[in-house]
């Protein structure tokens, strides 16, 4: 009972002093100020708080004004049981000796379509059977608006993988499936044109790749699925750093039939451009 008249006694002083009270997330804002454009994943309790702050303004215009160029190689942030994943900027490229990596652009339509139908043959036995978004302009252009918007929001990171900077496209790397939280984690694909394998470009392309995975998004695992018949491909991955971890039975359709393949990873500990 003492207690209890001790607590009460100092709240009532404590309003008598003309202190305000204590309001519950009286700190986010400030928090999200201080987080160079972040979003916040999993957070579901404190949603309506971040909508409200949203739409006072101040935290909205800040997020408007960051640009690129407040980005250092970022990493996913836990606080509590929050992860700020960062936002990768659509117009980032990500340069090696030969090969680039940047977002897909909607004037890459008709490119991607004609390697895709040049290759058609050459990745049958190796790709899932694809849309008819790989063979028509129109849909294509969609498709890039639509992996355009999955980079903003966490979900997958389809990139081309140019010549140079500004050369044409020559193939794609992907990061898909991402998951947060405790997982950390993306599954890694990737193709090249015909005319252009077998020259170490898809290997440059996939080192970028998850330099991207470990140094920009912060990531911590990156997983392949690849046929135990695709001895090309089997030796990118290798080549990159990703061990094999298993066999996986009747994993994924191929060309028609339920194919077994080999379980490839790797994590940011091994990788040895990922910052400590």
Request: glycine share 6%; aromatic share 8%; with cysteine.
């Amino acid at each position: 009972m003492a207690r209890a008249q001790t607590s009460e006694s100092a709240c009532v002083h404590s309003a008598d002093m003309g202190m305000r009270p204590r309001r519950r997330h009286h700190a986010l804002v400030p928090r999200l100020r201080r987080e160079p454009r972040s979003r916040i994943v999993g957070c579901a309790s404190i949603g309506q708080t971040i909508r409200k702050a949203w739409r006072r303004g101040p935290v909205r215009q800040w997020w408007n004004r960051e640009a690129a160029s407040a980005f250092t190689p970022a990493r996913a942030r836990v606080r509590g049981s929050c992860i700020f994943a960062p936002v990768l900027p659509l117009r980032a490229i990500f340069p090696g000796k030969r090969v680039a990596l940047r977002a897909p652009r909607v004037s890459d339509a008709p490119r991607i379509v004609e390697i895709r139908t040049r290759s058609r043959e050459f990745l049958r036995a190796w790709v899932p059977v694809p849309g008819p978004d790989e063979f028509d302009v129109d849909l294509a252009r969609a498709r890039i608006l639509r992996d355009r918007r999955d980079i903003r929001a966490d979900r997958h990171y389809r990139f081309c993988m140019t010549l140079g900077e500004d050369g044409p496209v020559i193939g794609r790397v992907a990061l898909t499936q991402v998951f947060r939280g405790i997982f950390q984690n993306a599954s890694l694909g990737y193709w090249v044109d015909v005319e252009h394998h077998g020259q170490g470009f898809t290997t440059e392309g996939v080192t970028l790749a998850l330099d991207v995975a470990f140094r920009e998004i912060g990531l911590h695992r990156v997983q392949a699925a690849i046929s135990p018949h695709n001895a090309a491909s089997l030796a990118v991955a290798r080549k990159c750093g990703l061990r094999d971890e298993g066999r996986a039975a009747r994993y994924l359709q191929i060309d028609g039939a339920w194919q077994d393949h080999l379980l490839l990873a790797v994590t940011a500990e091994d990788w040895p451009a990922a910052p400590r």
